[in-house]
């Protein structure tokens, strides 16, 4: 797509937005390419990564088959609600399609989709032992919920808060211009003589907030015409009245989701919910129940759409 490509040239790219405005610099992709040699397909479901991230414990009583070690999480209380709505829409979708392990093994277009996503999509991991083998249902299922949940909800929780949080620079610096000032420095003394200003001297010059800020001010937008998760542009999507009671069904779980965020966030024993600064957490609030999507148009910091454009 025409953004993707845009990005590649000028976001990611050597020398790009992206490295002119951050600490690492030249080395901000490399650490990004490192970083991924570990990446694991199966530990972005939410449950999964809450576990080895240590906030999350098994819990074969949990809907999500954990409980948290931190209960005013607020990333993770709303991310495993929304988690759980998008994995027991995917069961009961694919359910209708794929009643058995055999339709599964037998379909040569899911298996060459499969094929096409470990070795083409992650040709240099595809031979990772931890890649589902898609010959059962479960394993379809769950690797649907994992691509719709980083597609949808993870990738609201980081991006469209980044101007929210983010937007006015010196609350988080991105870049460090020069060391911690030492002992006997002109520097040091002007830590002790003028805070405010050795702090200017010190964070993201002039122009990289700038372009810092522009940046995250785009990425943080929603278009007026935004699709959210658990609506459909085309009322006609399907004809299958099956498929249709069960994202009815979706819709409606998403709706009560809201609710639930809604009631979280007045909760005055959910210190974080809030914050000192009084701003509500509704990064994960699905917005699903505003169908003309007016109320999270432009910089909101809410709403989950259905799917990534970048």
């Known amino acids: 797509m025409m ?6 040239q000028v976001l990611i790219s050597a020398g790009g937005f992206f490295e002119m405005t951050v600490c690492p610099g030249e080395y901000a992709l490399r650490i990004s390419s490192d970083v991924y040699k570990n990446w694991n397909f199966t530990e972005q479901a939410l449950p999964v990564d809450l576990i080895k991230r240590g906030v999350a414990k098994h819990d074969s009583t949990s809907p999500c088959g954990v409980s948290l070690l931190i209960k005013d999480y607020p990333y993770a209380v709303d991310g495993l609600a929304v988690w759980s709505a998008i994995e027991n829409w995917a069961d009961e979708y694919i359910k209708i399609y794929y009643p058995s392990d055999n339709v599964v093994q037998d ?13 083409v999509g992650h040709g240099d991991i595809k031979d990772q032992p931890w890649w589902p083998k898609m010959t059962t ?7 649907c919920a994992t691509i719709i949940w980083i597609a949808s909800a993870l990738h ?9 949080y ?4 010196p609350n988080r610096p991105t870049v460090s211009r020069r060391p911690m000032p030492e002992p006997g420095t002109k520097e040091y003394q002007e830590v002790e003589t003028n805070p405010d200003m050795a702090f200017i ?5 002039q122009l ?11 990425l943080s937008n929603h278009s007026s015409d935004e699709v959210y998760l658990g609506q459909r542009d085309e009322p006609q999507w399907t004809s299958d009245d099956r498929a249709k009671k069960v994202f009815d069904k979706f819709s409606k779980s998403l709706i009560d989701i809201e609710k639930s965020i809604i009631s979280r ?33 432009g910089i909101t910091a809410k709403g989950i759409p259905n799917s990534i454009s970048i």
């Open 107 to 119: 379909d040569a277009e899911l298996q060459a989709w499969w094929k096409e996503v470990r070795e």
């Open 137 to 143: 249902v479960q394993e379809l299922v769950r690797s």
């Open 201 to 205: 001297h010190t964070i993201t010059s």
């Open 156 to 164: 609201a929780a980081v991006n469209f808060g980044q101007y929210s």
């Open 3 to 8: 953004i993707n490509a845009l990005a590649r």
């Open 265 to 297: 966030n007045k909760d005055e024993n959910l210190k974080n919910r809030n914050g000192p600064a009084q701003f509500p957490y509704m990064l994960l609030y699905p917005n699903t129940s505003d169908i003309d999507g007016e109320s999270a148009t």
């Open 208 to 218: 990289q907030s700038i372009i810092g800020v522009s940046v995250i001010e785009v």
């Open 166 to 169: 983010a937007g006015y620079l």
